[in-house]
Antibody
Framework: EVQLVESGGGLVKPGGSLRLSCAASGFIFSRISMNWVRQAPGKGLEWVSSITNSSGYTSYADSVKGRFTISRDNAKNSLYLQMNSLRAEDTAVYYC???????WGQGTTVTVSS | EIVLTQSPATLSLYPGERVTLSCRASQSVGTSLAWYQQKPGQPPRLLINDASDRATGISARFSASGFGTDFTLTVSRLEPGDVAVYYCQQRYDWPLTFGQGTRLEIK
């Protein structure tokens, strides 16, 4: 059974940084591209970033380009999202999701506020 | 960016009824369209891949069709457990985009 567990969310001031993690199990992580998707409070889903299985290709939404960096460690079955220069509009639940069956974790909450 | 427009924004029907949700793309996405169900307090769950293929474990009450720019998701014999927001997503081009969602309520 695919399991994805996000962590690293919290309260951060505008301009601050956070690193989200997603621990994966139940599938061969190194073979699957991965995604981050976020959902602001009471709003819809917004794709944030994707990374191929070997990290050879990454893609970002314009809203986070230059501020967020997606990465992965296949040896640790883990996906990461480094978030810098955070803004109030980055406040959301952040989900990791596989790019094959689009299984999702439960999400981790990021709040950007002074 | 490919914009997905879902309609209606909200639906309210009785148990046992059949409902059709719409998703329209601003340009052709072929069959690279998925549907998700998100219940309150839960992450989205994949219902449909490639415009019409039910994901593993999804009830046959959920069916979908479409190609190009116009897509539909049909839920037959509505049950109270179908209360959720339903999203479409295109995977045809970057950036991946979602529709704004259709909220389904049961009377």
């Amino acid at each position: 059974e695919v399991q994805l567990v996000e962590s690293g969310g919290g309260l951060v001031k505008p301009g601050g940084s956070l690193r989200l993690s997603c621990a994966a199990s139940g599938f061969i992580f190194s073979r699957i591209s991965m995604n981050w998707v976020r959902q602001a409070p009471g709003k819809g889903l917004e794709w944030v970033s994707s990374i191929t299985n070997s990290s050879g290709y990454t893609s970002y939404a314009d809203s986070v380009k230059g501020r967020f960096t997606i990465s992965r460690d296949n040896a640790k079955n883990s996906l990461y999202l480094q978030m810098n220069s955070l803004r109030a509009e980055d406040t959301a639940v952040y989900y990791c999701a596989t790019a094959k069956g689009w299984e999702w974790g439960q999400g981790t909450t990021v709040t950007v506020s002074s | 960016e490919i914009v997905l427009t879902q309609s209606p924004a909200t639906l309210s029907l009785y148990p046992g009824e059949r409902v059709t949700l719409s998703c329209r793309a601003s340009q052709s996405v072929g069959t690279s369209l998925a549907w998700y169900q998100q219940k309150p307090g839960q992450p989205p769950r994949l219902l449909i891949n490639d415009a019409s293929d039910r994901a593993t474990g999804i009830s046959a009450r959920f069916s979908a069709s479409g190609f190009g720019t116009d897509f539909t998701l049909t839920v037959s014999r509505l049950e109270p457990g179908d209360v959720a927001v339903y999203y479409c997503q295109q995977r045809y081009d970057w950036p991946l985009t979602f529709g704004q969602g259709t909220r389904l309520e049961i009377k």
